[in-house]
């Protein structure tokens, strides 16, 4: 595609720019007809060429491959076949009847063979643009940036490989995770020192169990992936805009078990009500 752009973009360029400058000289028109009568009907020829060289390079368009057979199953696409000859239509129409509208004027049948002939060119030279080899193109294309620049992953930077460069990467890692991870893992922490409060309070005798501090785990690893719009948090507050139901359970002192929990873990047997979800 892009072989395909640049090539017939030049060929398009080349020949409105010979024409649009040289066009008199080529057509060589009869020394009577006036000045401003031959910029206009070299003005039109070259309109009327760069549409038709549009058109029919439309055509050679319908190919995105390197194979030739550009017409392969034109029959059955009745929409291009409608627009095409839509475009043509208008075209001839401007030519004719829009020549104040479109600065244009007619021209006779060797303007028109030359503009027509000058839009035929494109479908041969997008045959011979499919013959040259994709490779070089694509190199090029990469070093010049217009198929996009590979992504390089940013290098570890010199003064990380010290004890300080490392502790200052470790920092800002933790402050962006913590950013990361919102409100809901620090209200989780004023949530825990509440009930450890009122626990020791309440069971000032009773040993606090390693498997009670682990029915924390699912609510601490849910608040991995929740952001919060506000960085601090309050004791009174812990949840923020965090309209969430784990972190209000919480607060009111319940304990929530991940739904797999089973009946005989001791947390369960101690703190949970097996009524409830």
């Known amino acids: 595609m892009y072989k395909q752009i640049m090539f017939q973009s030049t060929y398009q360029i080349f020949i409105i720019l010979i024409f649009h400058f040289l066009g008199t000289r080529i057509l060589s028109f009869d020394a009577n007809m006036d000045t401003e009568e031959r910029d206009l009907t070299v003005q039109t020829l070259v309109f009327n060429a760069f549409v038709f060289a549009q058109i029919f390079n439309s055509v050679n368009c319908r190919r995105l491959d390197n194979k030739l057979n550009i017409f392969e199953g034109i029959t059955k696409n009745n929409y291009f076949i409608t627009i095409t000859c839509i475009e043509i239509a208008i075209q001839v ?19 028109w063979g030359i503009s027509l002939a000058l839009g035929v060119v494109s479908i041969p030279l997008g045959a011979l643009i499919r013959l040259m080899p994709s490779e070089p193109f694509e190199k090029f294309f990469k070093r010049t940036g217009l198929l996009g620049r590979e992504t390089v992953l940013p290098s570890v930077r010199p003064e990380a490989e010290s004890w ?10 933790l402050g962006t995770f ?13 949530v825990v020192k509440s009930r450890l409060m009122r626990r020791n309070s309440q069971d000032v005798h009773k040993p606090l169990r390693a498997s009670s501090l682990m029915t924390m785990v699912p609510t601490l ?22 309209p969430s139901k784990s972190s209000a359970a919480l607060w009111e002192g319940k304990l929530q078990f991940h739904p797999d929990t089973p009946e005989d873990d001791l947390a369960f047997k101690r703190y949970g009500n097996p009524k409830s979800p």
């Open 164 to 173: 300080s460069g490392a502790s200052a990467l470790v920092r800002d890692n």
């Open 221 to 242: 690893v849910a608040g991995t992936i929740v952001v919060s719009p506000k960085p601090d948090g309050k004791l009174s507050d812990p949840a923020h805009a965090d």
């Open 93 to 111: 129409l401007i030519v004719f009847v829009g020549s104040q509208a479109f600065q244009v004027t007619r021209i006779g049948g060797r303007e």
């Open 178 to 190: 913590a950013n990361i991870r919102g409100g809901r893992m620090r209200s989780s922490s004023f």
